[in-house]
C-alpha cells in the first residue's frame, strides 16, 4: 500500500461507505422502533369510534377487531393509554381504553371497553422489517462499494494526473544531467512544485557552468608553469629556483581548488554572529601579518551564519584588498535592517569591462596572467560561495577617486 493512487483510492472508498453505513444503521435504528404514537393511536381511537357506532349490527372484516371478556394482558404503556382515552373522549365516546405490550409478541395490542361491557381488541399498526433483511443490507452496501470504488478510481486519477505528469519530467533527464522543463499548470500546489522543480533545474544549469569554467580555468592555469618546466628541464642544475617557484604554484592552484569544493562540501552550522567583533578579530590578525588595514566607523550588528565559514570569506576578501589594493579601511552599517560591510582599498580596481568577471575562478586582471603577487585566484570565488551561501551577497566597485570598494551585505539578526 505504498502507492499514493492506492491510498487515495482506499480512503475515498472508506469515508464514502462509512458515511452511506452510518446513515443506514440510523434510518433502520428509527425504523426499528416502529411509528410514533401520535400516528397510530388516533388511527386506533377512530377504529374503535367505528365499532362503537356499529354495534350492535354486524362489524365489517376490515376492521380486524377482535372481542373478549377482558382486556389483552402485558405490561401497560400509560403514556399512549392515556392519550387514545383523551382522543375517545373528545370524539364523545365514555369508553375505558387500555393499550398493552406482551415481551414475547411484537407491537403493541389495544383494548376499549365497549357499553356492552365486552372488550374489543385491536393490534396497533407496526411496522416490521422486510425478511431477510441482512441479505437486503449486505446487497445495498455491496452496490455502495462498486459505485465508490468507481468514483474513487476515477477522481484519484484526476488527481494523481499532475504527480505524474512532474514525475514523468524529472525521469527525464537528459544525458547533460539536466531536468527538462516542468509546465507550472494544475491546482497552487502542483504550480509550486513545478516551479521549485524548474529553479532547481536553473540551479543545478548555473553550477555545471561554474564547474565547467572551473575546470577549463584549471588546465589553463597548470598548462602555462608545466610548459615552463618542460622547456627547463634541460638546465635542472641552473633552474632549480625556477623550478621551486613553478611547483609551488601548481601547489598553490590545486590547493585553492581543493578548497573551493570543500567550501560547497563542509558547511558549518548557521549561528548568530557579532559581525562587529568578528571584524575587529580579523583586522588584528591581518595587521599582526603585515598587511595595511585600517578600521573605520563600526557598528554593532548580528547576522545569522557560519562562523567558520564567514571568517574564511571576510578573510579572503580583506586580503585581497590589503595586497592588490596596497592598503584597506572596513566600514559597518546597520541600513533598513541590512548590515552593510564595506572594505575600500586604494588600488587601481579592475577595468570596468572585467569588474563582472572577478568572481570567476582563477580571475586575474592581467590577461597574460603574469602574478607579481601569489594566489591562485580563487579567493574571491571562495568569498562569494560562502556568502551567498549564508543568504549574502557582496559585489565589487570602483570606487571614484580610486581604488576597489566591496561590499557585502547581510540581513541584520
Not at 167 to 175: C, M, P, R, T
Not at 347 to 353: A, H, K, N, T, V
Request: charged share 20%; hydrophobic share 45%.
Amino acid at each position: 500500500m505504498n502507492s499514493l493512487r492506492r491510498r487515495l483510492i482506499l480512503l475515498l472508498v472508506i469515508s464514502i461507505v462509512g458515511v452511506v453505513g452510518l446513515a443506514t444503521a440510523a434510518v433502520l435504528s428509527v425504523r426499528g422502533g416502529g411509528p410514533p404514537p401520535e400516528l397510530t393511536v388516533p388511527w386506533v381511537a377512530q377504529q374503535m369510534e367505528l365499532v362503537a357506532r356499529l354495534l350492535p349490527g354486524p362489524i365489517p372484516d376490515v376492521l380486524r377487531v377482535q372481542f373478549a371478556e377482558r382486556p389483552a394482558g402485558g405490561k401497560v404503556d400509560r403514556a399512549e393509554t392515556a392519550m387514545l382515552n383523551d382522543i375517545l373522549h373528545r370524539r364523545g365516546l365514555d369508553l375505558l381504553a387500555i393499550i398493552s405490550a406482551k415481551p414475547d409478541q411484537p407491537g403493541q395490542i389495544a383494548s376499549v371497553q365497549l357499553p356492552d361491557s365486552r372488550w374489543a381488541i385491536m393490534q396497533v399498526p407496526h411496522l416490521k422489517p422486510p425478511g431477510r433483511e441482512w441479505l437486503v443490507l449486505a446487497g445495498w452496501i455491496s452496490l455502495i462499494v462498486a459505485g465508490a470504488t468507481a468514483v474513487s478510481v476515477y477522481f484519484t486519477a484526476v488527481l494523481i494526473r499532475p504527480l505524474e505528469m512532474l514525475e514523468a519530467a524529472v525521469s527525464k533527464i537528459g544525458s547533460d544531467g539536466m531536468l527538462a522543463a516542468v509546465p507550472e499548470v494544475g491546482s497552487a500546489e502542483v504550480k509550486a512544485t513545478a516551479h521549485a522543480l524548474n529553479q532547481l533545474s536553473s540551479r543545478l544549469k548555473t553550477s555545471m557552468e561554474s564547474r565547467m569554467r572551473l575546470v577549463a580555468a584549471a588546465g589553463h592555469d597548470l598548462r602555462t608553469p608545466m610548459t615552463r618546466m618542460r622547456l627547463r628541464a634541460e638546465f635542472l642544475d641552473e633552474e632549480r629556483d625556477k623550478w621551486l617557484h613553478d611547483l609551488d604554484e601548481l601547489d598553490r592552484i590545486a590547493d585553492s581548488a581543493i578548497r573551493l569544493v570543500r567550501e560547497e562540501v563542509n558547511q558549518d552550522a548557521v549561528e548568530p554572529i557579532d559581525l562587529e567583533k568578528m571584524v575587529r578579530d580579523i583586522s588584528a590578525e591581518m595587521a599582526s601579518l603585515g598587511h595595511a588595514v585600517s578600521i573605520g566607523h563600526l557598528d554593532k550588528v548580528s547576522i545569522r551564519a557560519g562562523a567558520l565559514g564567514l571568517r574564511r570569506a571576510l578573510r579572503n576578501l580583506i586580503v585581497n584588498a590589503a595586497t592588490h589594493g596596497k592598503a584597506c579601511t572596513i566600514t559597518l552599517a546597520i541600513t533598513d535592517r541590512r548590515a552593510v560591510l564595506t572594505i575600500f582599498d586604494n588600488g587601481p580596481g579592475i577595468p570596468s569591462d572585467l569588474i563582472n568577471k572577478a568572481f570567476e575562478p582563477f580571475f586575474r586582471v592581467d590577461p597574460g596572467r603574469q602574478q607579481s603577487i601569489p594566489g591562485a585566484g580563487l579567493g574571491l570565488a571562495i568569498a562569494k560561495e560562502i556568502i551567498e551561501r549564508y543568504g549574502g551577497t557582496v559585489t565589487l566597485e570602483n570606487r571614484t577617486g580610486g581604488g576597489l570598494a566591496q561590499t557585502v551585505l547581510f540581513a541584520a539578526a
